[in-house]
């Protein structure tokens, strides 16, 4: 059975608060499926943009769309996300000191709907915003003009502030993490606390009714057209559903393992890279006297004489500035300032870093 696996166990008497290493790990493992993914889909881009550029173009929509569809199954079906059903636990509302209830009967609609949004939106609407950061500081570092307008010095502003504003925000986890450890907190993440739930151990009550629920065949009574148009509806959900959750219980270690690899794979490739041999430099070059303007340093600009900022190379002679540097140097003297050869500004080259 897909939902509860051949990994469940029964949680021992009075264990049933869950190991900060078992809520960290069913954490990680929805960060990691969906890289995987993102890789595979633009493998598939780029073999053939015409088919499958869509699905790279708009792949963070229909993430979140899957993702949608798989957590609501699960919660409605488990008491649990995906990933805290595949770690054997579940949900309960907060501040319950009755008998807990099974993971069978879900939760309250409140509770319900506040972990599928803060489980489904809060990732996507922060992964926009950091892209959105990405592109406003590529945005600012092309930038050869300084900020006139009020929404430039706006944007500039805000990226100054981001890095502490994510500061806090990791911080934040991180301190709910430690109490958790402590035993002075009941979640190990505040989103937990902002839904109203609290997790634990799935007990052998739990698998049982989880299994006997999966074993029921009940025909569903319908009479109308409306009525059988929603449960058709709900039927063909579900399935999706449970296909995502099948493909995705059986693949989600193929998944982890596929991103360590191109990990690891981008690693050799830059050692590799920095162990061919250095081009010579461009001829006649000890003759000329403006190549007294090369640094000691291979980071430094020849012109500003600081460490690099945006890097860009000119294809007339290789040699590399700052983009401001030397767009501005080309656009009043066309040539290049080390070896004088002619230049135009079509000859700008960016690098990109690997990690870019």
Known sequence: MAEVGAHLTAAPAGGDRPSVFEAVAQDS??????????HLVKVLAESNPGRYGFFWHWFDEIYVLLDLLLQQHHLARCSASFSENFYSLKRIPMGDGRQQPLATAGLPKRQHW???????LVPYLKGKLEKLVSSLREEDEYSIHPPSSSWKR????????????????EGWFLIQQLCYILG?????????????????RLTAEDIQALEKKWAETTPSQTHSITSRVQSALRKALGGIAFSLSTGLSVSVFFLQFLDWWYSSENQETIKSLTALPTPPPPVHLEHEPSSALLPSLKTVCPLCRKVRVNATALATSGFVFCYRCIYSYVKAHQRCPVTGYATELQHLVKLYSPES
Request: proline residues 6%.
């Open 154 to 169: 706006f944007y500039r502003a805000f990226l100054a502030a981001y890095p502490y504003v994510n500061m806090t925000w």
């Open 184 to 200: 002075k907190a009941e979640h190990h993440s505040p989103m937990l606390k902002l839904a109203g739930v609290r997790l634990v």
């Open 114 to 120: 506040k972990s599928l949004l803060l489980l489904v």
């Open 29 to 38: 493992l929805m960060a990691a499926v969906k890289p995987a993914l993102q």
